[in-house]
Each structure stands twice: as C-alpha cells, then as structure tokens.
C-alpha cells in the first residue's frame, strides 16, 4: 500500500475550479462523503483515495464544459464507469473531480446491416446485449462484472470470449473523446477497415482515462450463433490440460471460450455447486456456429483431449445441459470465496505465452503451497492468461504483505516468460511499478512523450498508468 | 500533382549527415542516381522524389546509429521495403537517406506451440510462408503484392483474407523500433493479451515511417486449414451482390475470403482468361476449416445467394478446381489493363459501412461512366473496401487531372458515407488532404501533438501523412 501515497494537491485550483462549475451544474456538483468515497477505489487492498466533487454529465459538450474549467485550473478529472475496476483506475490520489458516466447510457444507433451499435460510455455490456436481443446480433466481450462499456474500453477488458471474439482493442470501431485541450476527437470512421492516420482508437482503449474522455463508442457485433456446443474434460495435470489446447490451436479448431479451473477450484466448485467432477485440472469448452460445425468441433476437441491424457469428456449441444456442464465456471468466484469464509478474494492477471502457461501456472501453485495461501486458480487459457484469486484476510497487515510479495513475484516471473503483468485488469495504480520492467525504457519514454502532448499538465487521471515521476 | 512539391531541403544538414556515415558505412551509403530513383516512388502517377543516398542496413543498432546522425544534423529518413507503395510513401520530398531493409531479412525465431514468429522487417510475405510451410503454420495477411512485412505493418496493409483473419493490426503482436531520439522501443511483451500501457503496438503500425523506423516483427500465425472450399456466383446487380454478403455475415458464415468483379472486370476476365462468365457482377467466396465445415459453409451461403438472385452458384473443395473457380480473380489486374493496352492502373481504395457499399459502387460506376473512363472494379466486399482501377494514358496530362478529380470525388463521396478514403493503402503523399475531412481537426490535432512528442523535429518520413503545415 506504500505505493498509494496521495499525490500534491493543486488546493486552490480545485478550490477556484469548484465554485466555477458550481455555476454551470448547480446541486449536480456532488460533495457528499459517501458518495465521494463510492467513487474512488473499493474494490481490493488499495486504498480509498475519494475524488473532490462528482459530477454525472448527460452530454458530450457537457464532458468538454467541464474539462476546459478543469483544465484552466489544473484540476484532475478521473472518468467513472461501474466502478468494477480492480488496480485502482478510479482512485483520486490529487483529488480532482470524478466524471460519473451512468447518465450517458443512451443506445444511439444500431446498424444490423453493418453490424455496428452507437451507444454512450454509460451503457454496460447486459444492457447492450439485452437491448440487442431482438437484432440476432450481441456485443460479445465479457469482463463478468456487468461493466459499463466505456469504463470497459478504457481498461481494455475482454475475459472469456476474446480468445475468439477478442479484446475491447479489436471491437471498438471507434469512439468520440474529449482531450484535455477541451476538443473534441473522433477517432475513425464506421468502416470495417481503415488505413487513415494513427491509430487514435487503438490508442485511446486501454489508456485509462489518461489521454482522453470517452463519450460515445463504435462497436462492431456478432451475430448470435447458431448453434452452441459446450464440453468439459478433466486431465491428470495443468500440463496435460495446457498441450491439449496448444493441440486444438495448432488444429485450428474455433473454440469460442476455453477455460481452465485447477485442482482446488474444481474442488471449491463441487464443494459450493454439489458437483462431483474429479479433483484434477478442468478444462471447460464452447463452440459457436452450424449446428453440425459445434458438434464436429466438440467431437474433434474430445479426440484431442483422449491423447492427451483427457478423462470424462463430456459435450452437449442442449442449453440446460451446457448450463449444468459450465455450473462448476459460472460459480468459480463465489465457490472460491467459501474455501475460506470472511475472507477477500484479490485477483491476479498475468498473461504469458502459451508455451509457458504451464510452466506458469503450476511455479505460481508451488509458490502459494509454500507461503500457505489458500488460492485458487481460474485461467482464459487460450490467451495465456489467468488469475489467482488470493483469499486475505484484510485485517491482517502481514498477510497483505506477503500478498502483495506474491503477486509481485508472480508479475516478474510472467515477464520472465516473454508475458505480461496484466492481461486483461489494466495498470492502473497497483501495476505501475512492473510496467517499466516488462516493456523497458524505450516503451516508457514514447508513453511518456505522448502523455506529454496530450496531457501537458497531467490533469487526465493522474497517477495511474506512469509512476508520478516516470 | 500539385501536391508533391518539393519540401525545404536541409542542404548543410544533409550533407554533413552523410560525410559522417560515410566514416561509418563507407561505400555502404550508396548515392547512383538510379538507385536513388529507384527508392523513389514508382508506382503511380506521383512524381519520383529521390532520397540523397540509400542504405542497406543490416541491424538494430546500425539503424540506431543512423537514426542519431540524422537526428543530430536534422536530415530526414525514409524506410524502404520493396517500394510496392501505391500512395508515394517512399518518397524524399525533403531530401533524405532512405533506409531499404532488405538486407535484414532474418527469421529470428518460430515458436509453433504460440503460434507465433519473430522476423526482421525485411522478410516478404512469400519468404516467410515458404519458410513456415513444414509447420503446418500460415501468415494469413495477403496484400497481393510479395511486400516486405516490415512495409506491410507500416502502412497497415491487409488484402483478400482480412475478413476473417484481419489486418496488419491485428497480426502484429509487438514490434522493435528505432524512435527519432534514437532510443529503441519494444511495444509490447509476446503474450497474446495484454493491457499494459499504452497500445505502441497498434500506433506503430500504419504510422507510415513518422514515428519509428521498425527494426524487428512479431507476427501471430493461423494453422494452415485443413480443408478449403471455394464457390462463385453471379448477380443480377451489385445491390444484389452485396445483400447476398450483408447476409452470409448475419448468419455468421465464416468466410476467410468474400471478393467482388463487377461485369466490366468480369468481361475483362473473360476476355483474357478465356472463361464464360455472365457478364454480371461476380462473388467469389472461400471457406477454411474442417471438411465438413467448409462444404456445410459453401452450401448454406449457396443458399443465401440464391435469396438474392444469384445465378450460377458453383462450389468445390478440389484444389485444381478452386483454382479455376478463383481464376477470374488472380488475373483481374492483369486482365484489366489489356482492356487498355499500354495504359497504366491506377488504384482507389475508399473503404464504407457495408450497408452503403452497393451505393458507393455503383455511384462510383456511374462517375465513371460519366466522365469516359475504363475503370473495372474488384472489392474486397467483406470489409466494404473497394478498388476502382483507372485505366490511365500517362502520358495525357488533361486525363491524369480528371482522373485525380475522379479520386478526390470518390474519396469525398465515401466520407460522406462515415467511411474512410484509405482502407488499405494508406495516406502517404497521395491522400493527405483527405484526411482531416474525414476526422476532424481534433483527430489531426492529436495526432500532431503524438508526431510533435516523438518526433519534434519532423525527421522520420516528412511529407507523409499530415500535410506539411498540418
């Protein structure tokens, strides 16, 4: 937690900025204390840094009114989704006031020809896909947490579906932001494909509010498939399990979600869900499309899963059923929690080479078997990434400690493997200190030059991303 | 032609610069007036504009070295691939050293459990596949031309296989570059997720040489499908042609390629290839997977063709026979200049929202009609690109200005349309003017304070892109 030391506050700027915008918005410049503190970080360990004011814009222009006041007085502006964030995106660590998009949560434009939607950063991904329903298309990113869209592309989420569908980076077609300057930039046009210029959407995602505002996105959707497959098998070894998808890959089988549960998530899960699965590494499948392509799929995958050393493969392509084969999945967080009752759950997010994900995966069990952490672990295999969901008990600072010395250790042995400290959770401010180490000085130069072009004064979300001398 | 005025030349600069390589590189700083023209632009109508030497680099750190002369002494730099440009990106408006890699055309690593490859920028898209054949791997982006794949990123390239494997964009998981301040950056981990900071990745590609010279590649690579079918069909209309494709991409038909004739390039195919053809607009489709998935795929799409007035619907798995299925397409270019003996093709590349695709091609159809141009058309319809390719007397000055207003036209109607001037070829010298009207002061705004952060001095690749005083 040393590393949320507060940054110096500009007082009288904030001050000055404060009363002016009191001018414009009225009551809707929110002060309250409860309030504040739902807006800076609640998710984990990191502290509770409250922002100053909260205000929920309704408009574009309304975002820009606001960012040029802010920018006149150097005040810091913090975008705020859901809140889900877990490394500390929403914290206020210079004060500054904290941007609430849950009143921008219109749905501007459907385009089912072109497969696209228009929609508010406000907007959170079930809302989409439940107003889409109607269309045969869905938005299919999904983080788990009902996350808001904007917040979503900010962090660059993606979670079960991206070793398919993708990331946030690969179906934002565009968006609308507000730069610190106060201007307004539109990234891109509508089309599918463009070589025209910078990549400013590309850049924009997964910049963590700290180049730009968004307040609208273009994203491309799918059609809902078919047909759904779902299978399940189990494997002597984290190993075993991780050639299996190294082999389905290779074949180029089109999984639309591969997940893989260790030993003591599956025995979390059959404890909380009243399974009886073997207690061994679960591999967990899904396949979209005809009905006769999901079953040949799930078919080829169960053949694969046989050399390599698979038991008890079971597929279906009936919903109840695919339901019942993913229950262990669908209730791994909340299984995990009950391994120790009162407990908080802080999750990893290294993502590493394939290749490496067993060597990964089973150094991080050693590990946590060694410092006598009950911590289950839950991967999106087919991208190398997954978490270990450490269960702390949060009144006990030495616990934390050697907490934080995990997760640490576990960042720089990812990065050791050519892979990442976060695949998918963003930097934030729990991360900012293995960024450096992973991408070198070179990459911390360039991110630095652009923030600096962008951000002259460092008032976009100040304190994530780059430490606050980097 | 205007366009392509000569920009301030360095004179001083430039020639200290290369008095000091040369004590470095010796007769390797190559100055032969036909090799400098040579790495002038070549391709079109735009003037060749001759570096004032050329080097054939063959490491990181001899980039590096050069990029810090040139740096010190203000003189600009220019990469050079193969010079398959079509929009004058290796021009030297400024005067110049031009950097061809061709000499670094290492294939430094493959990884086939990550499915992934680490090159030089100097290695081709042939070279590597046939380099890659024995692993039963494939680089699915195929721009036509064998280019350089350092070019390919550069310029954001992408071709016949983007709708369903991508663009440049999303096959290049990090890159190495020499920065204008010399320093080397590597923009990402080799992870196949990751949310690490800003995506450098993705500026990198298609910055088109402004920001860093690309020194090294990781590329993701797709396993060689088992099984591929291909079909054709004709249409009573382009409207026609492109519901039939608006709604293979509802049903969720994977297509890997879906590419558009209208009936003046199917008459031109005809005529050259000695095939029997209706003389109306022509799909062309392919499907990658598993043997009964791309016989179930290339019949459901039968089906939807024959919704949408399709005639002639034909399909295979048979190599031999996918080859003539597919021939009209290979021989399209070179079936459209024999409409013109002697003339030379000259390609527009605008890129819309699918659904106003039939209204842009066949606005464009009419244009052309209108203004006595023989002007084929092929399109990439899955992404809603298009090429209009102008059969241009070069020598006929008047001709080369209506058909530059031609272009410009098409370029305005597309943005009109929320789409892009460039899909694929990118801005270059060619469509610099057209940039700004379709994003927006903002969007040049920002992408001069990233150019300005990085290269403050405007050495890398001047001229290119933004306008001059943009």
Redesign the interface.
């Known amino acids: 937690m040393a590393l949320l030391a507060d940054l110096p506050r500009n007082e009288d700027g904030i001050a000055t900025a404060l009363g002016v915008l009191r001018q414009t918005f009225g009551p809707r410049v929110e002060t309250g204390q409860t309030l504040r503190e739902q807006h800076g970080h609640t998710t984990t360990w990191l502290r509770n840094q409250p922002p100053d004011a909260v205000i929920f814009p309704q408009a574009t222009e309304e975002v820009q009114e606001i960012v040029r006041v802010c920018a006149t007085h150097k005040v810091p502006i913090i975008p705020f989704g859901t809140g889900t964030s877990l490394e500390g995106h929403v914290n206020a660590p210079a004060g500054g006031i904290s941007l609430d998009f849950s009143q921008m949560g219109a749905i501007l434009a459907v ?6 939607v228009v929609i508010q950063p406000g907007v959170t991904r079930k809302t989409l896909n439940t107003h889409l329903r109607d269309t ?2 869905f938005f299919p990113v999904d983080p788990g947490a009902d996350a808001s869209l904007g917040g979503m592309a900010a ?4 979670g079960t579906c ?1 070793v398919r569908y ?2 946030m ?2 179906n934002v077609l565009a968006l609308k932001a507000v ?1 610190p ?1 106060g ?18 959407t ?2 924009m ?3 963590e509010g700290t ?1 730009g505002i968004i307040t609208e996105l273009t994203l491309k959707l ?5 047909a759904t497959s779902a299978a399940t098998c189990s494997f002597p070894s984290v190993e075993a399990a991780c050639n299996a998808v ?1 082999a389905s ?4 089988l ?1 999984v639309a979600r591969i997940e893989l549960l260790d030993a003591l998530q599956v025995k979390a899960c059959n404890a909380y869900s009243k399974l009886s699965l073997p207690e061994a590494p679960l591999l967990l499948l899904e396949f ?3 009905p ?2 999901v079953t ?2 799930a078919e ?1 995958f169960g053949g694969i899963a046989a050399e390599h050393g698979g038991d008890g493969f079971t597929f279906t392509t009936r919903e109840e059923e695919r339901r019942q084969l993913w229950q262990a999945r669908h209730d791994a967080y909340w299984a995990a929690l009950q391994l120790r009752p009162g407990a908080q759950g802080i999750s990893t997010d290294v ?5 490496r994900l067993a060597d990964c995966v089973t150094g991080a069990q050693e590990k946590l078997a060694e410092l006598g952490f009950t911590a289950p672990i839950v991967g ?1 295999v087919g ?3 997954f978490h270990t969901l450490l269960l702390i008990d949060m009144e006990n600072p030495d616990e934390i400690a050697r907490a934080e010395g995990y997760v640490g250790w576990l960042n720089d042995l ?2 050791s493997m ?10 934030g401010q729990g ?1 900012a200190r293995y ?1 450096e180490r ?6 911390m ?3 630095a ?2 923030k ?3 951000d002259p004064f460092n008032i976009f979300n100040p304190g994530k ?1 780059m430490l606050p001398n980097g």
Chains 1, 2 share one sequence.
């Open positions: 385009h089912p020809q072109d497969m696209d045969g298309l962090t660059n989420a993606s991206a993708g990331t980076k690969d730069l300057s201007e307004i930039v539109q990234t891109a046009a509508r089309a599918r494909k463009t070589s025209a210029g910078y990549d400013l590309r850049l995602v997964g910049s180049l799918q059609g809902i498939p078919e190294i890959f290779q074949y180029g089109p979209h499309g005809t006769a392509a040949e799929q080829v993502c590493v080479p394939i290749s999106h991208d190398g990434n990812a990065i050519d892979g990442t400290c976060t695949g998918e959770h963003g930097i991360k960024l992973e991408l070198g000085a070179g990459a130069d360039m991110m030059a652009i600096q072009g962008i991303m």
